[in-house]
């Protein structure tokens, strides 16, 4: 089935850094989705892709979709203590069903 | 707005007992998934409903049953559960069969088999 490696598996970092992570893909991708679950709670979409060389923003947060359509980045500025949480790439699965596939989350702990 | 809603929200079963998990969302989507999730594997489909009246396997179906009940409602079964499927379990919805948009998820139901 589709492959998605996610790294870092988890990183703990002091608040006010700056956050990177990364996603790729066995496959090429036509939209990249970025989720963050907070302690307890569901998924929540963060920024959607949907080009090649695409960079989008949602605040201090920015992902890029890769150029070459099977990795995307997300970064994150100034890191807070609400930052906490895992980070999900996502992307459309392989065969016709196409549903969601999810790569296996970056863990984010911020440190005072 | 509710948006997705999951309940129970916290399940302890012993082993061979039998549940069914309920999840319900009021935006008018079409379609609806169940994802569970384990550590360091991220989320993985069981089932899908496209639309109501059709229900199709995901990733790991085996030892789960669907129903999509109407467009609002869809449940998740566990006819004799095993100790592997301790999980979190997600409930999510979208608008469009398609994944281009995303889903909106549910808080989950942490289910622990014993």
């Known amino acids: 089935g589709q492959q998605l490696n996610q790294s870092p598996q988890s990183m703990f970092i002091q608040e006010g850094e700056d956050v990177s992570m990364n996603c790729t893909s066995s496959?090429?991708?036509?939209?990249w989705l970025w989720y963050k679950q907070d302690p307890g709670e569901g998924p929540v979409l963060l920024i959607a892709?949907?080009?090649?060389?695409e960079l989008t923003s949602n605040g201090r947060l920015t992902a890029q979709f890769g150029i070459t359509r099977k990795d995307s980045f997300l970064n994150i500025s100034a890191s807070i203590p609400s930052d906490v949480g895992i980070y999900f790439c996502a992307g459309p699965g392989s065969g016709s069903a196409r549903q969601l596939t999810f790569g296996s989350g970056t863990q984010l702990t911020v440190l005072p | 707005n509710a948006g997705v809603t999951q309940t129970p929200k916290f399940q302890v079963l012993k082993t061979g007992q039998s549940m069914t998990l309920q999840c319900a969302q009021d935006?008018?989507?079409?379609?609806m998934y169940w994802y569970r999730q384990d550590p360091g594997m991220g989320l993985r489909l069981i089932y899908y409903?496209?639309?109501?009246?059709?229900?199709d396997k995901g990733e790991v179906p085996n030892g789960y049953n669907v129903s999509r009940l109407n467009k609002r409602e869809f449940s998740l079964r566990l006819e004799s559960a095993a100790p592997s499927q301790t999980s979190v379990y997600f409930c999510a919805s979208s608008e469009s069969r398609l994944p281009n948009y995303g889903y909106t998820f549910g808080s989950g139901t942490r289910l622990t088999v014993v």
């Open positions: 409903s496209a639309s109501e009246g059709t229900t």
């Open positions: 892709l949907y080009k090649a060389g």
């Open positions: 496959s090429i991708f036509n939209t």
């Open positions: 935006m008018n989507h079409n379609s």
